[in-house]
């Protein structure tokens, strides 16, 4: 009878922390937005806790835009947005901002490429005239020495961390199975070799006009900053930038479908083999979004987790498993990973996974898992936007994806409808689909590629 009470009333302060977490406000991202005449989108967002400002671009193109056999346009500029510009020279960007204690980066995906800059507020005019220059004069120096440089240094990334690094290669492999050669999201975002050596510079000149345009982007100010003098400055140097062509039509796609069970296997110089089960998924903030992402959290979400207690703990079989949802604006996809300890098979642990799966398909889960896997994602959530970076990053990401920048209330109260009815629903709904199933193995041990027969 102790025990009974005892696990009742752990129950009971596990539901009173999760519904404290829910009640926990998440703050509104206050905005204002506007418009210019040249189509640039620009929100300003003011925080005078810190002085710090930031100014993070986003352009609405990415690896998806691209077409087959011209691949990795979106990251090529990734690169070369910070090779000067008409009235900067190579090597000025950085050292200007870095001279006025700023950082700043970029990054690309299948779907957007954004560049930021973190910095005193002072240095808010020279970030804005130096994103105005390259947006609006990059062409006048872009040649094919600039061109053949950054293309080469691509390569060497491509290299670095695609052909020449354990398990490099998994997820284009992977990608190239589940999504159809039509499908935008069927090559890499790095793009090929073949397709960057083929690259002229007039095709990059027309990928640079046709997308880097500034009725394609959004310009998000956040920080510590004077909204009158930030309007200005915004007009002053972006302005006068021309509307960029007719925009191609977005991207459209239908969800992958995978007919039966697919299994793929690379021999790679690795020691331990490596098993990937991949899932075709949904869109981002999609109805069942949320569910997918606390069901990756409960499958392998720490070191509590299903997978992680039962392979890595309690049998002490695995080095390590992960799970997640991976959700993009076209298509998404779950996927579980596990690298076994020397002397286990992949096959073994495609077995342990596909037991914990039919557990939830069957049982769903308990509260606590709920719980803390909610309260998890709750805090991390709100560790996001603790910073100016973070709180501008969400500005630009749910203005382009939702079309309202101040969607964070929205987007935590997704999860907080989360139920265990939904976490079995969702792993019923996708997890018992046909998966595409790679095994990573050492160079010569094909015989350890999981094949059918796998239940």
Known sequence: MRHRKLVALVALCILIGAAGVQAQSVPRLAYEKTTL???????????????????????????????????????????????????VPVGAFDKWLEAAGANNNGSTTNDRTNYYESMPSNALPLA?????????????????????????????????????????????????????????YHWPVIGSMTDLSAASLD?????????????????????????????????????SIPRGPALPPRPFALPPVVARDTFLVIEDKVTLPRLYETWAGGKFYAPDDAPLDVLGDVLAGDKNSRLYKRLVFDMQVAQDVSAGNNSTRLDGYFRIV????????????????????????????TPRELARALNTR???????????????????????????????????????????TDIQRVAAQYLTKPKVVLTVVPEGKKELMVTGGVK
């Open 378 to 420: 709750r805090a991390s959530f709100l560790d996001g936007m603790a910073s100016v970076l973070g709180k501008a990053d969400l500005l630009a990401q749910y203005n382009y994806y939702t079309g309202t920048p101040d969607y964070s209330q929205q987007d935590a109260a997704r999860y907080d409808r989360v139920t265990a």
């Open 203 to 239: 095709d990059v000149k027309e990928f640079f006009r046709t997308y880097y345009a500034p009725n394609n982007a959004t310009l998000v100010i956040a920080g510590d900053f004077n909204r009158d003098s930030a309007v200005t400055w915004v007009q002053r140097y972006f302005g």
């Open 37 to 87: 005449a040249n189509g640039l989108e620009v929100i300003f967002h003011e925080d005078h806790s810190t002085p710090i400002v930031v100014v993070d671009t986003w352009y609405k193109v990415g690896s998806a835009n691209e077409k087959p056999g011209r691949t990795g346009f979106a990251h090529l500029f990734e690169h070369i947005m910070f090779m000067g510009s008409q009235n």
């Open 338 to 365: 596990v690298t076994p300890k020397p002397g286990q098979t992949p096959t073994h642990m495609a077995e342990i996974v596909a037991e914990e799966i039919a557990k939830v398909v069957k049982d769903g889960v």
């Open 128 to 184: 804005l005239w130096l994103d105005a220059d390259r947006m609006g004069k990059l062409i006048p120096v872009m040649d094919q020495a600039k061109v053949d440089l950054q293309r080469d240094v691509v390569k060497n990334e491509r290299r670095q961390s695609y052909d020449n690094v354990p398990y490099g290669t998994a997820n284009e492999t992977i990608a190239a199975v589940l999504y159809p050669p039509n499908h935008p």
